[in-house]
């Protein structure tokens, strides 16, 4: 059994902290009287995934084995998804590669001729056949890439969608055209924490741009109830260790204490190197380190009762117990944040990472008391993909100029949604649909609300500010301004030791 | 008339005033500085008589109307606008006018109706003069030389007898050391004795020997080896404007060495000083029984009284060299510091001129020197010092706002300061032309552009050594024995009314309080230390650019929209699909032609991107086509401007027509679709479902661009001059010439040159994000 998470009361011995800062390294020393949440060490992984995918196949949890559904002549998409993960590249077999080529092994056993793989993409990029070639391997991707049965789910044309139902507000839920019409859809994915289980990440990566409204959580929920109702999908559900980075730095998830000497160096030189080194190239020294994942649960059935098992072992994984809110949150935030793998994260996709993915990272309560304050260790440089987020581009450059309030928001969000510069890049190229960073935005206006301020430690200023945030030019003066804002003279502070991506559970 | 604008002066008939009232007098050169000085002298201090400008003919003016823009509205007519009142235009109206008349043509040109007005003339004060110690040879002659003649002929036409009072200069007298006389040329024993009109017949053949000589083989080669240095792969009508004008420059500049080299052998410091002097000659020799007086001013500067103290027009002789030592630019000058600097204020020399335009026509002709040298000496030592002490007080601001410290005068031989000024001139040329060579754009083509200012800064500066070393090296002391006999023959009144004694002249008080507070003033120099809220030009002009509106804008593609070309896109092609080891033989095949290719590119850039496109020969179409999509959805939007196609959807936004105009293959500028209403590109020919290699039309480089957009706007009802085109490449002028609003991106450096003397937009583009460093595909396989 894996040590479980841990909760660290910082007092004077207590060696200073790491943070992540994009593709940087850094450590703080912070007050006495603070504590660090540390995730539980990695879970132990299966030894077999290759037996223990077929085994889930044969035994789902609620329903037919698969071999059961399939028949000769049936239509069946394996839809899967794509790399919106904040993960590095995998080494060696991709979960989904194993998933698809067990289901596709199976389906050409029984008969069945007519198989299609969709990219449940949503409103995310296109991945690229490198990529393609990674997640369902070289063997899949040769025999159904070059008749054009590989397919990365379109939002916005038409023709692909067709109309399954209508909301209990009367909108039609388009959906996928393929999926829609198929006899059976195996949909191969991955979990890193609860909230990615069961039906949202199926739906919102395979309806229609119109249908997914403005993106948020309430509106896909009415639209999961619709589509659970017509789509028949068994869904082969799969989770990973939490080991995420190379195990020569899996130090860093450790607790800080605990490094030896040979940690400490190496992370004396990581630091050093990164700081030195121009950011171009840490970038492409991240984007180029692997690390092999290790699969801990495999769940195959049907979509909710797969969803329910799989968020109840993320729970026992990888959740740490932590008893009452602090003022302050803060955190590091990593350069391979949600959407930009191969990329860069830029302000916008920071911000996302850190008050949407990680603020969120608990089972409702929030580590920060509402009205308290976030701290981001981050350099907020104005840099972007022009090829991924050209719309993201434009929404710093344009929207966040004159507002930053999503509310004030729609004109630029009706101009962006019919942007057709931006539907073809979206469509033809590998960049985010231009609604992406007002959805983003959204998710992130949630944590603002219920934030009395957010402060950026070492970020451009001009960035930071055009966020709406505060910059701190040094952690100690983040803590000041927090003072400031919390009106407390000791606030109390949690430091969320992350990644790896764990579950505060607040008590 | 005179009743009309009494004057106490006027009603003594023995004055000045009264001895030229009810006279008609006739200028030539009233459009320049002294001739303005004199109309305006006659008109407000002559309140008697009528005034007749001789002036050029224009195109677009007549003369009288000419004279009114040039002469009238100029500052020097303030006062007595002032004086006058409303009566002003009255006054104007009822006592000058003017007649076509030029110098430079025989009897003046002058029509029948010229012909008349000039036989009624007591009159005629030849200002005339090409000033510019830089002149052509050609024109010195002819204008100079031949001019005070052609006056003469020209009153002997009209059948009149006026007194000719002909403008000369001091420095007639040449490089001489000691006191040159109020002598004529030809009795002078240091006046050389040269025959006018053969030097006329040389300057005349100067000219058509420079004219040939410029349409030479190698001069010509040389001519379009330049326009093609300073514009790089244009287009050939643009080459051969340029290469025309090369040559323009060459043989003006080549009668100018010419003028200069043939004055200092007959010993005159410049062209000007020379044909003055044989100007005198020739006049003395055909002026038959037209009665004449010579005036020779020394260096005329800005007015010490009148019209009002400071008065000056346009930048003249000496106001370059005083700015340029406030300015900091000129930290030494030759000179020698007990040299006498002979200065005359404009208002001595024309109250002499109209003194001896009053004074019956002398029998023989007379010769009245104006200069202050002997009278009222100002040393240049005394110069130095006086203007180093007013620059302490009153510091001219650089562009940072910090004031320039005038250095302490060295008093070096010419010799020495062209050399220095020679060297850093040298050192800068070649430093811009290796700069020109470099494929550099944006922050190295904006260096070349300071280095450009520097050059001609320091250019400028020996210009001035070179001119004006010979003036303030000077040891001529112009005697004025004559003119100050006229001065004390003349009444109180008169001496007041028409001062022109040197004497009174304090130099102190003329420098600190009269002429250098003016020639500042409109120097247009920084006298204030702090800098100019300066509007945000750029701003503006995109808003202007952005404006809504029937109007067609223009793009190219390569460098202005993605920091890429044709090269780049076909290594990316050719290297997709192979193998490294495939890859390294491409490479090794390829490589060897990349000098060519440079050259090629350098020499025309339709031929250079054909090089590439015969490459594709044999190529698939369907592969290349999926490969090209590929290319632009990765690798060239990676490279591509994110601000140039937001521009382009704030024009379409604002209902522009937007075109793409490119070298580069349809296919891969396809996806570029929905930003543009229309795309010229580059098309190949397919056979089977190949390429042939070959293009189905010339690629759109050069003029054909510029034609391409002339056509595509008449098509379209679009207004050019409304339109805007986007372009990086001194190949694009013809494009960015044929539009209203040419906006450059990213210049290389000789397109910056161009932009920033034409005053265009120039946009700072940048990519995002981390493109690829090599144009290589990268390996799908993972």
């Given at each position: 059994?894996?040590?479980?998470?841990?909760?660290?009361?910082?007092?004077?011995?207590?060696?200073?902290?790491?943070?992540?800062?994009?593709?940087?390294?850094?450590?703080?020393?912070?007050?006495?009287?603070?504590?660090?949440?540390?995730?539980?060490?990695?879970?132990?992984?299966?030894?077999?995934?290759?037996?223990?995918?077929?085994?889930?196949?044969?035994?789902?949890?609620?329903?037919?084995?698969?071999?059961?559904?399939?028949?000769?002549?049936?239509?069946?998409?394996?839809?899967?998804?794509?790399?919106?993960?904040?993960?590095?590249?995998?080494?060696?077999?991709?979960?989904?590669?194993?998933?698809?080529?067990?289901?596709?092994?199976?389906?050409?056993?029984?008969?069945?001729?007519?198989?299609?793989?969709?990219?449940?993409?949503?409103?995310?990029?296109?991945?690229?056949?490198?990529?393609?070639?990674?997640?369902?391997?070289?063997?899949?991707?040769?025999?159904?890439?070059?008749?054009?049965?590989?397919?990365?789910?379109?939002?916005?044309?038409?023709?692909?969608?067709?109309?399954?139902?209508?909301?209990?507000?009367?909108?039609?839920?388009?959906?996928?055209?393929?999926?829609?019409?198929?006899?059976?859809?195996?949909?191969?994915?991955?979990?890193?924490?609860?909230?990615?289980?069961?039906?949202?990440?199926?739906?919102?990566?395979?309806?229609?741009?119109?249908?997914?409204?403005?993106?948020?959580r309430e509106h896909v929920s009415r639209l999961c109830d619709a589509a659970a109702e017509q789509l028949k999908i068994f869904q082969v559900d799969t989770t990973i260790d939490t080991s995420i980075v190379p195990p020569s730095l899996s130090f860093l998830s450790r607790r800080e204490r605990e490094w030896n000497p040979l940690d400490k160096g190496r992370f004396a030189i990581a630091r050093e190197l990164t700081n030195i080194a121009p950011a171009r190239f840490n970038r492409q020294l991240l984007n180029n380190l692997t690390v092999r994942y290790c699969m801990t649960n495999v769940v195959a059935g049907d979509v909710d009762a797969v969803g329910k098992t799989v968020a109840a072992r993320l729970h026992d994984e990888r959740t740490t117990t932590i008893s009452g809110q602090t003022d302050i949150v803060t955190f590091g935030v990593p350069s391979f944040a949600p959407f930009g793998p191969g990329s860069i994260a830029n302000p916008v996709l920071m911000v996302a990472a850190g008050l949407q993915f990680l603020f969120n990272l608990n089972e409702g309560t929030p580590v920060v008391r509402q009205g308290g304050v976030a701290i981001l260790h981050h350099p907020a440089r104005a840099e972007f993909n022009s090829v991924h987020h050209p719309s993201y581009i434009e929404f710093f450059h344009e929207v966040l100029t004159e507002t930053t309030d999503i509310a004030e928001m729609d004109d630029f969000e009706q101009r962006f949604a019919s942007d057709n510069w931006f539907k073809q890049l979206y469509q033809t190229s590998y960049a985010f649909h231009g609604l992406h960073p007002f959805q983003m935005w959204r998710e992130i206006t949630k944590a603002l609300r219920y934030l009395g301020g957010v402060i950026v430690v070492g970020g451009n200023t001009q960035t930071v500010r055009r966020l709406g945030f505060k910059p701190a030019s040094t952690f100690q003066d983040a803590l000041e301004m927090a003072r400031d804002i919390t009106q407390i003279r000791e606030p109390s502070l949690t430091h969320l030791h992350a990644p790896p991506i764990f579950t505060a559970d607040v008590s | 008339m005179p009743a009309k604008h009494?004057?106490?002066?006027?009603?003594?008939?023995?004055?000045?005033?009264?001895?030229?009232?009810?006279?008609?007098?006739?200028?030539?050169?009233?459009?320049?500085?002294?001739?303005?000085?004199?109309?305006?002298?006659?008109?407000?201090?002559?309140?008697?008589?009528?005034?007749?400008?001789?002036?050029?003919?224009?195109?677009?003016?007549?003369?009288?109307?000419?004279?009114?823009?040039?002469?009238?509205?100029?500052?020097?007519?303030?006062?007595?606008?002032?004086?006058?009142?409303?009566?002003?235009?009255?006054?104007?109206?009822?006592?000058?006018?003017?007649?076509?008349?030029?110098?430079?043509?025989?009897?003046?040109?002058?029509?029948?109706?010229?012909?008349?007005?000039?036989?009624?003339?007591?009159?005629?004060?030849?200002?005339?003069?090409?000033?510019?110690?830089?002149?052509?040879?050609?024109?010195?002659?002819?204008?100079?030389?031949?001019?005070?003649?052609?006056?003469?002929?020209?009153?002997?036409?009209?059948?009149?007898?006026?007194?000719?009072?002909?403008?000369?200069?001091?420095?007639?007298?040449?490089?001489?050391?000691?006191?040159?006389?109020?002598?004529?040329?030809?009795?002078?024993?240091?006046?050389?004795?040269v025959d006018w009109q053969a030097e006329v017949a040389a300057g005349r053949r100067v000219l058509s020997d420079a004219e040939n000589e410029s349409r030479q083989l190698e001069r010509l080669a040389k001519f379009r080896r330049q326009a093609h240095r300073e514009l790089g792969a244009a287009s050939t009508p643009l080459l051969a404007e340029r290469g025309e004008r090369v040559r323009e420059d060459w043989v003006k500049q080549r009668l100018v060495d010419q003028g200069k080299a043939r004055a200092q052998s007959l010993g005159w410091p410049d062209v000007y000083a020379y044909t003055k002097a044989l100007g005198e000659r020739a006049l003395l020799q055909q002026r038959g029984d037209i009665p004449v007086t010579f005036v020779r001013p020394s260096i005329i500067e800005s007015a010490l009284h009148e019209p009002h103290p400071g008065w000056i027009r346009g930048f003249r002789m000496a106001e370059p060299?005083?700015?340029?030592?406030?300015?900091?630019?000129?930290?030494?000058?030759?000179?020698?510091?007990?040299?006498?600097?002979?200065?005359?204020?404009?208002?001595?020399?024309?109250?002499?001129?109209?003194?001896?335009?009053?004074?019956?026509?002398?029998?023989?002709?007379?010769?009245?020197?104006?200069?202050?040298?002997?009278?009222?000496?100002?040393?240049?030592?005394?110069?130095?010092?006086?203007?180093?002490?007013?620059?302490?007080?009153?510091?001219?601001?650089?562009?940072?706002?910090?004031?320039?410290?005038?250095?302490?005068?060295?008093?070096?031989?010419?010799?020495?300061?062209?050399?220095?000024?020679?060297?850093?001139?040298?050192?800068?040329?070649?430093?811009?032309?290796?700069?020109?060579?470099?494929?550099?754009?944006?922050?190295?083509?904006?260096?070349?552009?300071?280095?450009?200012?520097?050059?001609?800064?320091?250019?400028?500066?020996?210009g001035y050594v070179e001119i004006y070393g010979a003036y303030t090296e000077s040891e001529a002391r112009f005697r004025i024995d004559n003119t100050v006999g006229l001065y004390e023959s003349m009444s109180e009144t008169d001496r007041a009314a028409f001062d022109f004694d040197p004497i009174d002249i304090d130099w102190r008080h003329y420098l600190h309080d009269v002429h250098l507070p003016s020639i500042v003033s409109q120097g247009r120099v920084r006298t204030k230390p702090v800098q100019k809220t300066v509007v945000d030009r750029a701003a503006n002009t995109r808003r202007n650019l952005l404006a809504p509106g029937n109007r067609l804008v223009v793009f190219d593609f390569e460098n202005t929209l993605v920091k890429s070309t044709v090269p780049e896109a076909y290594a990316w092609l050719a290297t997709r699909h192979l193998g490294t080891i495939d890859r390294a033989k491409l490479i090794a095949r390829r490589l060897p032609q990349v000098p060519h290719l440079f050259l090629l590119d350098r020499r025309d850039r339709g031929d250079f991107q054909r090089t590439f496109y015969r490459w594709w020969a044999g190529a698939s179409v369907e592969q290349l086509t999926h490969d090209a999509q590929e290319l632009f959805a990765t690798f060239l939007l990676s490279k591509s401007f994110p601000e140039g196609l937001r521009r382009i959807r704030q024009h379409k936004a604002a209902g522009h027509r937007t075109l793409l105009i490119t070298g580069a293959l349809d296919i891969v500028v396809e996806p570029l679709r929905?930003?543009?209403?229309?795309?010229?590109?580059?098309?190949?020919?397919?056979?089977?479902?190949?390429?042939?290699?070959?293009?189905?039309?010339?690629?759109?480089?050069?003029?054909?661009?510029?034609?391409?957009?002339?056509?595509?706007?008449?098509?379209?009802?679009?207004?050019?001059?409304?339109?805007?085109?986007?372009?990086?490449?001194?190949?694009?002028?013809?494009?960015?010439?044929?539009?209203?609003?040419?906006?450059?991106?990213?210049?290389?450096?000789?397109?910056?040159?161009?932009?920033?003397?034409?005053?265009?937009?120039?946009?700072?583009?940048?990519?995002?994000?981390?493109?690829?460093?090599?144009?290589?595909?990268?390996?799908v396989n993972a």
């Open positions: 059994m894996s040590r479980p998470g841990f909760v660290l009361d910082v007092d004077r011995s207590t060696p200073p902290i790491l943070f992540w800062r994009d593709e940087q390294l850094t450590t703080e020393r912070l007050p006495v009287g603070s504590r660090v949440v540390y995730p539980p060490e990695p879970a132990m992984h299966i030894e077999n995934p290759d037996a223990a995918i077929k085994d889930a196949l044969a035994s789902p949890i609620l329903g037919e084995p698969l071999r059961a559904r399939l028949r000769a002549g049936m239509r069946l998409t394996v839809a899967f998804d794509d790399t919106a993960y904040p993960l590095l590249r995998t080494k060696g077999s991709d979960t989904r590669r194993r998933i698809i080529e067990a289901v596709l092994d199976m389906a050409a056993d029984c008969g069945v001729d007519d198989v299609e793989l969709v990219v449940a993409r949503g409103l995310r990029r296109r991945m690229t056949e490198r990529e393609l070639r990674q997640a369902i391997g070289e063997r899949a991707y040769d025999s159904f890439a070059p008749k054009g049965l590989i397919k990365q789910h379109d939002a916005e044309n038409g023709d692909e969608l067709v109309q399954i139902a209508t909301t209990d507000n009367g909108d039609a839920i388009e959906i996928n055209k393929r999926v829609a019409a198929s006899d059976l859809v195996v949909y191969a994915g991955m979990s890193l924490k609860p909230s990615d289980t069961g039906w949202h990440r199926i739906v919102t990566g395979l309806c229609g741009r119109v249908t997914l409204g403005d993106g948020s | 009494p004057s106490p002066i006027a009603e003594d008939p023995s004055s000045i005033a009264g001895r030229l009232s009810g006279k008609r007098i006739a200028v030539t050169g009233s459009t320049g500085f002294l001739g303005t000085a004199i109309v305006e002298r006659l008109l407000r201090s002559v309140p008697g008589c009528e005034v007749v400008c001789i002036v050029r003919p224009s195109r677009r003016f007549d003369p009288l109307e000419r004279v009114r823009r040039e002469v009238v509205r100029n500052d020097c007519f303030d006062r007595l606008r002032n004086e006058l009142g409303d009566g002003f235009d009255g006054m104007i109206g009822d006592r000058l006018s003017a007649i076509a008349g030029d110098v430079s043509k025989d009897r003046l040109g002058l029509d029948a109706e010229g012909m008349r007005v000039l036989a009624g003339c007591h009159a005629v004060m030849h200002s005339a003069a090409t000033v510019s110690f830089e002149s052509p040879l050609d024109l010195a002659v002819e204008v100079n030389l031949l001019g005070p003649c052609r006056v003469a002929d020209a009153i002997r036409e009209s059948g009149s007898n006026a007194h000719l009072v002909a403008v000369s200069t001091a420095y007639v007298a040449g490089n001489r050391r000691g006191e040159a006389f109020e002598e004529l040329v030809t009795d002078t024993w240091y006046s050389p004795e060299v005083l700015i340029g030592v406030g300015k900091g630019l000129l930290k030494s000058f030759p000179g020698l510091p007990e040299g006498v600097l002979d200065v005359i204020p404009v208002d001595k020399v024309v109250a002499a001129i109209i003194a001896v335009a009053a004074m019956p026509a002398p029998e023989k002709p007379t010769v009245y020197q104006v200069a202050s040298g002997t009278r009222k000496p100002l040393r240049y030592r005394q110069l130095v010092d006086l203007v180093t002490e007013w620059y302490r007080n009153n510091p001219l601001y650089d562009a940072d706002g910090q004031p320039v410290i005038v250095p302490e005068w060295s008093y070096p031989t010419r010799g020495k300061v062209q050399r220095q000024l020679d060297q850093a001139i040298l050192a800068l040329t070649v430093t811009e032309r290796v700069l020109h060579r470099l494929p550099f754009r944006g922050r190295v083509g904006e260096l070349s552009g300071r280095l450009e200012e520097q050059r001609i800064t320091a250019e400028r500066a020996r929905p930003l543009f209403d229309d795309i010229f590109a580059s098309t190949l020919t397919e056979r089977d479902g190949m390429f042939t290699g070959e293009l189905s039309q010339a690629p759109p480089v050069g003029e054909a661009r510029a034609l391409l957009i002339k056509d595509y706007a008449a098509r379209h009802g679009l207004d050019l001059g409304e339109s805007v085109a986007y372009a990086d490449s001194s190949s694009d002028l013809p494009m960015l010439e044929a539009v209203g609003h040419p906006v450059v991106v990213n210049p290389e450096t000789r397109l910056s040159a161009i932009a920033r003397r034409r005053g265009w937009h120039v946009e700072r583009w940048h990519r995002e994000g981390d493109p690829p460093l090599l144009p290589i595909a990268p390996k």
